[in-house]
T-cell receptor
Framework: AQSVTQLDSQVPVFEEAPVELRCNYSSSVSVYLFWYVQYPNQGLQLLLKYLSGSTLVKGINGFEAEFNKSQTSFHLRKPSVHISDTAEYFCAVTLNYGGATNKLIFGTGTLLAVQP | DAGVIQSPRHEVTEMGQEVTLRCKPISGHNSLFWYRQTMMRGLELLIYFNNNVPIDDSGMPEDRFSAKMPNASFSTLKIQPSEPRDSAVYFC?????????????FGPGTRLLVL
């Protein structure tokens, strides 16, 4: 069965510091990988996704993530965070088996709490 | 485009009452998803549709929950009868099917409180 693990439920960090949010997945078939962000009292929105090609993916708001197949990881990074980055971040995968549409399998989320 | 539209945004009801949540997907999107989010269980997929047909309803918690998509621009999620443990934020999302590469676009959610 496929699964997504976000080991850190909460990551406190000071403003302008770098941050890494960890994500590991388990799957017997190839996957597509996503990071979604949820700001307070809002729905989720796409931050970035890895489909194929370069393993370093750049997203919105200065975030980037690196796909590591051997470690089955897709960690999210930002070199300098802002107060406005405070939100819940969800890692997710879909399976690459050629179906018309596939459901997202979400991790449990990581709350990034940026402090002044 | 206005994005995914959900109504109502907030709903407070009493145990035993019927609750109907509504969703209008982005025009042209063929896939529609219903999710539930709680502190205890996180984000759960309840059901999803492709071209108005339910594809996977394995996440629907029990017979009290039902979902319909009578046409490409409207879906409902109904809870009858409602119970306090149904209190959660319910999200609707839509996408263009792209074999798993698609981005899902989420609505703002309906915050349901069952007393």
């Amino acid at each position: 069965a496929q699964s997504v693990t976000q080991l850190d439920s909460q990551v406190p960090v000071f403003e302008e510091a770098p941050v890494e949010l960890r994500c590991n997945y388990s799957s017997s078939v190839s996957v597509y990988l996503f990071w979604y962000v949820q700001y307070p009292n809002q729905g989720l929105q796409l931050l970035l996704k890895y489909l194929s090609g370069s393993t370093l993916v750049k997203g919105i708001n200065g975030f980037e993530a690196e796909f590591n197949k051997s470690q089955t990881s897709f960690h999210l990074r930002k070199p300098s965070v802002h107060i406005s980055d405070t939100a819940e971040y969800f890692c997710a995968v879909t399976l690459n088996y050629g179906g018309a549409t596939n459901k997202l399998i979400f991790g449990t989320g990581t709350l990034l709490a940026v402090q002044p | 485009d206005a994005g995914v539209i959900q109504s109502p945004r907030h709903e407070v009801t009493e145990m035993g009452q019927e609750v109907t949540l509504r969703c209008k997907p982005i025009s042209g999107h063929n896939s529609l998803f219903w999710y539930r989010q709680t502190m205890m269980r996180g984000l759960e997929l309840l059901i999803y549709f492709n071209n108005n047909v339910p594809i996977d309803d394995s996440g629907m918690p029990e017979d009290r929950f039902s979902a319909k998509m009578p046409n490409a621009s409207f879906s409902t999620l109904k809870i009858q009868p409602s119970e306090p443990r149904d209190s959660a934020v319910y999200f609707c999302a839509s996408s263009l099917p792209l074999g798993g590469q698609e981005t899902q676009y989420f609505g703002p959610g309906t915050r349901l409180l069952v007393l």
